[in-house]
């Protein structure tokens, strides 16, 4: 029901409140196939986002009509004797809770052969295999609702139920109106190994630098397809509620210096304007300021190669949910800066240098329908009309030959390779900035560094773009160096865009696997047992009473259950409007809530 419009979310919660009730014997269960998320896949069908069935164990007391079979059926699901069952089995209670997160095969007998009394609730439980990797792209889940990131912008398809092929136009369905009978994976252009030597990249450089935030991203240069999507400071999304005010996708969403990239902006503005046969540009120390370029021809050529554009048709972890609070406002009480974002600068940039083909960005590779057997690819006559020329491909070469020739710190420059792509070489431009924030309690400074490399130079495949920011003026702690200052030398491209490359060229696979991956599996029981093993109640905490979440944001609602170690059920979508047990409720041998969600009108 969250597929249709607001008007009718509290029909859809209706029915959620009842799907989740304990009804029906075990043996409905035992006929019922599960239906479970979709599965989100790399581009080499590694898995990035995956879904298994676990169940919880109940017992109604009242409908138990073999008290001994009852505790020894416990017993065998849950591989220990549960003291004190036998006696509350004798008590009128409503709902007696005996266990979670049982694997399949705990339960089988129970669901072959049903016993009076005794219910095995079947929940769907998310787990995110690369934890950290692309968090802040692939998003989360919750309450088996896609919130942010990819989960969310495709929510539609990820959820089991039919949907049209408008709903979906991106993607070449072969001529299919209604898809979805069965359940649809997602196969993203991410490359897990890309992405994985990419966060590696960034951190190494963010420890050198001593800088606490950054990012980086990879691109095709050719197609505008993501193939990797780093920050930091990151976050599980297998614990997203736990995420700090600092994480997410905050740095991705925000505005750039114009400084890091105003100096080959302008150079390609005055290329432009003097043509494909015009003349070479001249030395910046002998040019006019701006070559000549009014401010608003600079402004006007930054639009038309996309610098004023929204960035992408999805979006990623959003901001409230990571780097602001529900006011908008970062933890220092400043506003987010605007202007240009990262990927809108790697979408202009990658434009300058493939010819002058400007590509809407993407991340979805294709969807695979279970009931079809089928890989469905990304649709040819979609991105076309989605690419634009902005230059002609005689003025498209010559912006990658002459707009690199600068030797200036400011000016992207060509790079030649020590190895076998030496012939090919690389295009790096790289700048600092620095400027004073201003807060109500106190000014500091923001401290970025860029880097922007396109390889090979020739026929360009691949742009990495790096971003690192400090909150503190240089030079470093403990410095030992005069170069340990601001900026991003050459040495790091010359090692860091060829092990991207290499990583890129390698061949992905064709299909995807005949089942799950039983690595995965296992970790995601290991990672299950871990946060489920038994603690003390909640007596034993200082306060032992329930918390008011009331009015807060789920994640934040999330981080102050956190510590109780309760089970959360969680109905709707929203702001949390009610909760039970009540705030100031004691938590003496209670072991799970009930938050109640609405949106905002």
Excluded at 53 to 60: G, P
């Amino acid at each position: 029901m969250y597929r249709y419009p607001p008007s009718l979310l509290d029909i859809g919660r209706i029915f959620r409140q009842a799907a989740d009730k304990i009804g029906g014997g075990s043996a409905d269960l035992a006929s019922a196939e599960a239906v479970l998320r979709g599965t989100i896949y790399d581009r080499a069908f590694r898995e990035l986002a995956v879904s298994y069935q676990l169940y919880s164990l109940y017992v109604r007391p009242g409908e138990v009509t073999d008290p001994a079979a009852v505790v020894e059926a416990v017993a065998v699901a849950t591989g220990t004797r549960h003291p004190g069952l036998e006696g509350k089995l004798k008590q009128r209670h409503n709902v007696i809770k005996v266990a979670d997160n049982l694997e399949p095969r705990e339960v089988k007998t129970l669901l072959a052969k049903p016993l009076a009394g005794v219910y095995a609730k079947p929940v769907e439980e998310r787990f995110y295999p690369g934890h950290e990797a692309a968090a802040s792209l692939i998003g989360y889940t919750g309450d088996g609702i896609g919130l942010a990131g990819v989960e969310g912008a495709y929510d539609l398809f990820l959820q089991h139920g039919e949907f049209r092929s408008e709903n979906l136009p991106e993607i070449n369905l072969h001529g299919r109106q209604v898809i979805g009978r069965a359940k649809v994976d997602a196969v993203l252009t991410v490359d897990l190994a890309l992405q994985k030597e990419t966060e590696r990249q960034l951190q190494e450089y963010l420890r050198a630098k001593q800088a606490g935030r950054g990012l980086a991203l990879c691109l095709n240069v050719k197609t505008g397809a993501v193939l990797a999507w780093a920050g930091r400071p990151a976050f599980n999304p297998n614990y997203f509620w736990q995420m700090s005010e600092v994480t997410g996708a905050g740095i991705f969403q925000e505005g750039l210096d114009p400084s890091l990239y105003r100096d080959f902006l302008v150079r390609a503005a005055a290329l432009t304007k003097n043509g494909e046969l015009g003349d070479p540009l001249p030395p910046q120390t002998v040019a006019a300021f701006d070559y000549g370029l009014r401010e608003d021809e600079v402004r006007a050529f930054g639009e038309m190669i996309g610098l004023a554009e929204a960035s992408a048709p999805w979006q990623p972890v959003p901001a409230m949910a990571g780097a602001h609070d529900d006011q908008g406002k970062g933890e220092s009480g400043k506003e987010p800066a605007a202007g240009v974002n990262a990927l809108q600068l790697a979408l202009a940039a990658a434009s300058l240098v493939n010819g002058g083909w400007h590509f809407s960005p993407h991340v979805l590779a294709g969807i695979y329908s279970h009931e079809a057997r089928e890989l469905f690819t990304r649709s040819a006559v979609f991105d076309a009309a989605a690419r634009r020329r902005i230059v002609s491909p005689a003025m498209g070469i010559r912006l990658r030959r002459d707009l690199f020739g600068g030797g200036s710190a400011e000016t992207a420059q060509a790079v030649a390779l020590d190895n076998a792509l030496s012939m090919e070489g690389m295009i790096v431009h790289s700048a600092s900035s620095a400027r004073m924030t201003v807060a109500a309690e106190r000014n500091g400074y923001v401290m970025q560094d860029l880097l922007l490399g396109v390889i090979p130079a020739k026929a360009p495949s691949l742009l990495v773009l790096l971003v690192a920011q400090r909150d503190e003026l240089y030079p470093l702690l403990n410095s030992k160096s005069a170069a340990d200052g601001a900026g991003i030398d050459v040495a790091l491209a010359r090692k860091m865009l060829p092990a991207l490359l290499a990583v890129m060229q390698e061949n992905a696979a064709a299909a995807p696997p005949a089942e799950k991956d039983p690595a995965n599996y296992s970790q995601f029981l290991i990672s299950r047992r871990i946060d489920y093993q038994d603690r003390p109640d909640a007596a034993g905490l200082a306060e032992g009473k329930m918390p008011e979440v009331t009015g807060l944001s789920l994640r934040k609602g999330l981080q102050r259950l956190n510590p109780y170690h309760l089970l959360v059920n969680i109905e709707g979508s929203g702001r949390i409007t009610r909760q039970n047990p009540p705030a100031g409720a004691p938590l003496h041998g209670v072991n799970e809530c009930t938050l109640t969600l609405e949106a905002k009108q």
